[in-house]
């Protein structure tokens, strides 16, 4: 059975770090896509950023470009995601994702198995 499991989420003012992870486990494939997702409410799901796990290729959303880092743990099941110079902007739900293979897409459609979700709030 698969599972993701985020945790890191938190309250912090503006220009803070906060550090999420993500675990998966139940997965046996050699190759999949970790992203990271987030919901506002009211908004859309965006993707924030996401990594292929054996190619080590990464994609970022411009709005996150430069502040936020999305990283391998010690394991392929294990994804990271720095968030440097938080803006109040950045506040939302933030949920992880994973689907075999790649490259990885960067729309939620493409991705089949999903966290429950961490908050994030920032506040100016």
């Known amino acids: 059975q698969v599972r993701l499991v985020e945790s890191g989420g938190g309250s912090v003012q503006a220009g803070g770090s906060l550090r999420l992870s993500c675990t998966v486990s139940g997965y046996s494939y050699s190759r999949k896509c970790m992203g990271w997702f987030r919901q506002a409410p009211g908004k859309e799901r965006e993707g924030v950023a996401n990594i292929d796990t054996s190619v080590g290729t990464t994609y970022y959303v411009d709005s996150v470009k430069g502040r936020f880092t999305i990283s391998q743990g010690s394991t392929k099941n294990t994804v990271n995601l720095q968030m440097n110079s938080l803006k109040p902007e950045d506040t939302a739900m933030y949920y992880c994702?994973?689907?075999?293979?790649?490259?990885?897409?960067?729309?939620?459609?493409?991705?089949?198995?999903w966290g429950q979700g961490t908050q994030v709030t920032v506040s100016s």
């Open positions: 994702a994973a689907v075999p293979g790649g490259p990885c897409p960067r729309a939620a459609i493409g991705y089949v198995d």
